[in-house]
């Protein structure tokens, strides 16, 4: 956990509580358009209980970091990222995300979240490399994260199954 909130311009990244184990939260990970790119859709929680379950234990992880990604001007909680696993001694980690609401698609939140999370992790965890990965059939997420500040590091062909075909992973870096 961390002390306090991230801020951007028009987000603030805070770890979750069970408060925010929700059933609107619950419901993007039933939702197949949520889940398409997203490896949870393998193991995702059924219930709240579990949903709240996952959050505390993430919460009580020493090597992960997961943040809620929340809208200012509203407060609606509208996805998550995570930074981890931290492999300091490696100074690096992995960030995933997922923006669950589906009104807030394309309006530039998850760049927003990645260059922030990123930044904290390159600042202040003292971290060399912040890595990310997506399937090369996820634009949304591949767009999000050159917008902030990410390169395209490798192409690993046919790696994941998507829609039933294989496809593959797009790896991505930003360096301190």
């Not at 999000?144 to 192409?155: D, H, I, R, S, Y």
């Amino acid at each position: 956990m961390t002390d306090g909130p991230i801020e951007t311009a028009r987000l603030q990244l805070r770890n979750l509580t069970s408060a925010d184990v929700t059933e609107c939260y619950l419901s993007w990970l039933s939702d197949p358009e949520v889940l398409r790119y997203l490896e949870v859709r393998f193991s995702k929680p059924g219930s709240l209980e579990e949903l709240g379950a996952f959050v505390k234990n993430v919460n009580d992880s020493t090597d992960t970091l997961m943040f809620g990604i929340f809208r200012k001007d509203t407060g609606r909680h509208i996805g998550n990222i995570k930074l981890g696993p931290l492999k300091f001694e490696h100074a690096r980690a992995e960030i995933g995300f997922l923006i669950g609401d589906r009104s807030s698609w394309g309006a530039g939140y998850a760049s927003e979240a990645i260059q922030a999370v990123a930044q904290f992790g390159l600042d202040h965890l003292k971290l060399v490399k912040i890595g990310a990965g997506c399937y090369e059939t996820n634009v949304g997420s591949m767009k999000a994260l050159l917008k902030a500040g990410f390169l395209q590091v490798a192409t690993i062909p046919n790696d994941v199954v998507s829609d039933g075909v294989r496809v593959a992973s797009l790896l991505f870096a930003k360096n301190r």
